[in-house]
């Protein structure tokens, strides 16, 4: 069999262990998809999904997951166009995610009329170049070779990001007449970036002479490896970890866990790893608008930072945030200091001060931490059996009916109520705090792709507007039969906007009473458990009294683990 550029493409794919691919058809890389289909055996898996930035979305869920990267072909000028918002979103978490794409052909004579003119540009990357790690445009079979493996280092390589690589159409089909050797570099094992010795004992020798040292982490558990050094650091210092849940950091089991600020609040030693707003970390909001801020830790506390964003990055998105002062940066993978850190504090903890320090600070800590959770449940009884259903009660009867199951959750967070109820005890239960409408459920397909085959019960829950941005994405759901259960957070509203505009009119002297206008989704309001039955998913709802959930969850949770098909079940909720 005549051998051509695209499969090239597609054995490369295969050397370099990617898996699956997104995608929604595009005759700029017809070539590609082709030898997709009938190029040899063993993958990538095709999905098709509705638009281009669902494919990315896709993807990087399902980076979240596995921390490998997965593909996500866009159509040309107007795909890559579509998928923006998705490249942009990994960017800024920092997801690894190979974008391909189409263009041309870049020699004119080959071009059909009008429309191969108006979907190619030069350089096609320039679109996305200020939030992708780097892009390519290969011009010969070489070249394609040599930038997919540079399109895979620069994308794993931490601090880890989305890339572009362009295939010109001519070149995916043009015969290959001299095949170039493959040959597959990785970053395995990841020994990059490690921290000074001396730095790293400093730091430790900080921690464990402190009277009220906090860690502050930020992406810090992006790997599970990672995850388990951080418990054992705080475990060996007895020191309070607020987590900002970018990811599983912490499990929020442990006696050293914190969702709020209170510990970060007169810290005297303060230990930031990967996170990215420091200032807003170290400071309560205040004023009307939340933008007055009030300074926690002591006027005097040593600040320390350890992370590699700052390696990455341009003046066109300010993704660093707002500077902050400290009295040691650390630039260094944070999988290999956490570890060593943690030996050393564990080392210098067992001098007799020390010792004493730490037990003390230990039996505090586990205190306040269990009254914490202890109020987060009290506070949970709050309108228990209100209508519209509270988000906690939701919360709490959805943990009670995954309960006895090896679950894994993704999607919104209820207002912050899964992480005060749940037991986030295992890394893979919990994949990092949602990023914002138009996100969510993009991104929860590529954690129940991660998952699909396991037997584990991969719960969404999934805000209501923003899957009206996303709703093809049911029928790809269902089309790959990927086993999730949905649980709609439907409070009928764009209710973060509406509340902006509450503080606006608010502060105009104006009537809040009208901050609805624009903002509600209720005329009429959608039927979510009809949109999903109209893809194919079995649903049910909406469901308005909150002493149904218990049985209609139960239902759910069967049908998903029995029959392994996706279920959705439509909550109507109370705003927060």
């Not at 899964?418 to 409408?437: A, C, E, I, K």
């Given at each position: 069999?005549?051998?051509?550029?695209?499969?090239?493409?597609?054995?490369?794919?295969?050397?370099?262990?990617?898996?699956?691919?997104?995608?929604?058809?595009?005759?700029?890389?017809?070539?590609?998809?082709?030898?997709?289909?009938?190029?040899?055996?063993?993958?990538?898996?095709?999905?098709?999904?509705?638009?281009?930035?669902i494919?990315?979305n896709?993807?990087?869920g399902?980076?979240?997951?596995?921390?490998?990267?997965?593909?996500?072909?866009?159509?040309?000028?107007?795909?890559?166009?579509?998928?923006?918002?998705?490249?942009?979103?990994?960017?800024?978490?920092?997801?690894?995610?190979?974008?391909?794409?189409?263009?041309?052909?870049?020699?004119?004579?080959?071009?059909?009329?009008?429309?191969?003119?108006?979907?190619?540009?030069?350089?096609?990357?320039?679109?996305?170049?200020?939030?992708?790690?780097?892009?390519?445009?290969?011009?010969?079979?070489?070249?394609?070779?040599d930038?997919?493996?540079?399109?895979?280092?620069?994308a794993?390589?931490?601090?880890?990001?989305?890339?572009?690589?362009?295939?010109?159409?001519?070149?995916?089909?043009?015969?290959?007449?001299?095949?170039?050797?493959?040959?597959?570099?990785?970053?395995?094992?990841?020994?990059?970036?490690?921290?000074?010795?001396?730095?790293?004992?400093?730091?430790?020798?900080a921690?464990?002479?402190?009277?009220?040292?906090?860690?502050?982490?930020?992406?810090?558990?992006?790997?599970?490896?990672?995850?388990?050094?951080?418990?054992?650091?705080?475990?060996?210092?007895?020191?309070?970890v607020?987590?900002?849940?970018?990811?599983?950091?912490?499990?929020?089991?442990?006696?050293?866990?914190?969702?709020?600020?209170?510990?970060?609040?007169?810290?005297?030693?303060?230990?930031?790893?990967?996170?990215?707003?420091?200032?807003?970390?170290?400071?309560?909001?205040?004023?009307?608008?939340?933008?007055?801020?009030?300074?926690?830790?002591?006027?005097?506390?040593?600040?320390?930072?350890?992370?590699?964003?700052?390696?990455?990055?341009?003046?066109?998105?300010?993704?660093?945030?707002?500077?902050?002062?400290?009295?040691?940066?650390?630039?260094?993978?944070?999988?290999?200091?956490?570890?060593?850190?943690?030996?050393?504090?564990?080392?210098l903890?067992?001098?007799?001060?020390?010792?004493?320090?730490?037990?003390?600070?230990?039996?505090?800590?586990?205190?306040?931490?269990?009254?914490?959770?202890?109020?987060?449940?009290?506070?949970?009884?709050?309108?228990?059996?209100?209508?519209?259903i509270?988000?906690?009660?939701?919360?709490?009867?959805?943990?009670?009916?995954?309960?006895?199951?090896?679950?894994v959750?993704?999607?919104?967070?209820?207002?912050?109520?899964?992480?005060?109820?749940?037991?986030?005890?295992?890394?893979?239960?919990?994949?990092?705090?949602?990023?914002?409408?138009?996100?969510?459920?993009?991104?929860?397909?590529g954690?129940a792709?991660?998952?699909?085959?396991?037997?584990?019960?991969?719960?969404?829950?999934q805000?209501?507007?923003d899957?009206?941005?996303?709703?093809?994405?049911?029928?790809?759901?269902?089309?790959?039969?990927?086993?999730?259960?949905?649980?709609?957070f439907?409070?009928?509203?764009?209710?973060?906007?509406?509340?902006?505009?509450?503080?606006?009119a608010?502060d105009?002297?104006?009537?809040?009473?009208?901050?609805?206008?624009?903002?509600?989704?209720?005329?009429?309001?959608?039927?979510?458990?009809?949109?999903?039955?109209?893809?194919?998913?079995?649903?049910?709802?909406?469901?308005?009294?909150?002493?149904?959930?218990?049985?209609?969850l139960?239902?759910?949770?069967?049908?998903?683990?029995?029959?392994?098909?996706?279920?959705?079940?439509?909550?109507?909720?109370?705003?927060?």
């Amino acid at each position: 069999m005549r051998k051509y550029g695209s499969d090239l493409v597609v054995d490369l794919m295969r050397a370099y262990g990617i898996r699956h691919v997104a995608m929604n058809p595009g005759a700029s890389y017809r070539g590609l998809h082709d030898s997709l289909v009938n190029w040899g055996s063993g993958g990538p898996e095709m999905i098709i999904c509705t638009n281009e930035k669902i494919c990315v979305n896709m993807a990087h869920g399902y980076a979240r997951v596995t921390g490998e990267p997965m593909g996500a072909i866009v159509h040309d000028v107007v795909g890559l166009m579509q998928s923006t918002m998705g490249v942009y979103t990994a960017y800024v978490d920092r997801a690894p995610v190979l974008v391909f794409g189409g263009t041309g052909p870049m020699e004119v004579a080959k071009r059909r009329p009008h429309i191969e003119w108006v979907h190619t540009a030069f350089a096609q990357g320039d679109l996305v170049r200020n939030y992708v790690k780097w892009d390519d445009q290969p011009f010969d079979h070489q070249a394609v070779v040599d930038g997919f493996a540079r399109a895979y280092q620069i994308a794993t390589m931490e601090p880890c990001g989305p890339v572009y690589s362009c295939y010109d159409v001519a070149l995916q089909e043009e015969p290959l007449d001299d095949e170039p050797e493959i040959v597959v570099h990785r970053n395995e094992p990841p020994v990059q970036f490690p921290a000074e010795e001396h730095v790293l004992a400093e730091i430790a020798g900080a921690l464990v002479a402190a009277e009220r040292p906090v860690i502050v982490a930020g992406r810090v558990g992006r790997r599970p490896e990672t995850a388990a050094a951080l418990a054992a650091l705080a475990d060996a210092g007895a020191i309070p970890v607020y987590d900002q849940q970018w990811r599983h950091n912490l499990p929020n089991t442990n006696a050293q866990h914190f969702l709020d600020k209170s510990r970060v609040e007169g810290a005297d030693v303060v230990l930031a790893l990967d996170v990215a707003d420091l200032y807003g970390a170290l400071t309560a909001a205040g004023g009307s608008r939340g933008d007055e801020r009030r300074w926690l830790p002591r006027a005097d506390a040593r600040l320390v930072e350890i992370r590699l964003d700052l390696l990455e990055g341009n003046g066109w998105s300010p993704t660093f945030e707002k500077y902050q002062r400290v009295d040691t940066s650390v630039t260094a993978n944070t999988a290999l200091a956490v570890p060593r850190l943690a030996a050393l504090v564990e080392e210098l903890a067992e001098t007799p001060d020390a010792s004493r320090r730490v037990a003390e600070r230990r039996t505090d800590v586990a205190e306040a931490h269990d009254r914490q959770r202890a109020t987060y449940r009290e506070r949970a009884r709050e309108g228990w059996d209100d209508t519209p259903i509270s988000t906690a009660r939701l919360a709490g009867e959805l943990r009670d009916a995954v309960r006895d199951h090896d679950w894994v959750l993704s999607g919104s967070t209820l207002a912050g109520w899964t992480p005060r109820l749940w037991d986030f005890d295992d890394w893979s239960r919990f994949t990092g705090r949602p990023l914002g409408t138009a996100t969510q459920i993009g991104m929860g397909m590529g954690v129940a792709l991660a998952h699909r085959d396991s037997s584990k019960l991969v719960v969404h829950i999934q805000p209501d507007g923003d899957l009206l941005f996303d709703p093809g994405t049911l029928w790809t759901i269902a089309n790959h039969r990927l086993p999730m259960l949905v649980v709609m957070f439907n409070n009928r509203a764009y209710y973060n906007d509406w509340e902006h505009q509450e503080i606006v009119a608010r502060d105009r002297g104006r009537d809040i009473s009208r901050a609805n206008i624009g903002m509600d989704l209720d005329a009429p309001a959608p039927d979510f458990a009809a949109i999903a039955s109209g893809f194919g998913w079995q649903a049910t709802g909406p469901i308005h009294d909150p002493a149904e959930l218990a049985e209609r969850l139960a239902w759910a949770v069967k049908v998903v683990t029995q029959e392994r098909v996706p279920v959705l079940v439509d909550v109507v909720t109370r705003h927060r």
